[in-house]
């Protein structure tokens, strides 16, 4: 069990680190972009293009960050007015579980969306949108892992009357 644990925590410092140069370069990218366009009258044409391809993989590697610390949107509205612990850890656990279900339907979609991005270049840069597409499964397999190691953590808390 401590070597899933420790994994765990691998993954976890793998997608803080691809968040972190993920959004200080869209940072930079953007910041660029600015200066080049206001002090320097020119226009850096692929930095919009590739800001807006690293949001995707932002978007879908800090899903899965939220997830592990679960915050998350979600309607927690039934929870708080329950005051048995297991019926809040098994709404909890209910919740969790169709986003799980959800993920493992749209997982298949986002594979086929690659698939057929493969021929189709992006504007400004040479770049098939099937790498940057590719962040979704990868995605979505992340958010997949944070469930499995969260779930069965938060409904303890829950159980114990912590949450």
Not at 92 to 116: D, E, M, Q, W, Y
């Amino acid at each position: 069990m401590n070597i899933i644990i420790k994994i765990d925590r691998v993954i976890e410092a793998i997608q803080t680190w691809m968040c972190l140069v993920l959004f200080v370069s869209i940072v930079v990218l953007g910041t660029t972009q600015v200066f080049g366009r206001y002090i320097y009258a020119l226009s850096i044409p692929w930095t919009e293009e590739l800001m807006r391809f690293m949001a995707i993989w932002l978007a879908m590697i800090g899903s899965s960050l939220t997830i592990r610390v679960d915050e998350h949107v979600s309607v927690d509205l039934l929870i708080g007015y329950v005051n048995n612990h297991k019926i809040k850890a098994g709404l909890f656990v209910l919740a969790r579980l169709i986003c799980v279900v959800f993920l493992l339907i749209f997982l298949p979609a986002s594979i086929k969306l690659i698939l057929n991005t493969t021929s189709s270049m992006a504007t400004s840069l040479p770049l098939p949108y099937s790498y940057i597409y590719t962040g979704i499964p990868i995605g979505i397999v992340m958010m997949l892992l944070s469930y499995a190691s969260t779930i069965p953590k938060y409904a303890k808390e829950y159980l114990r009357g912590e949450r």
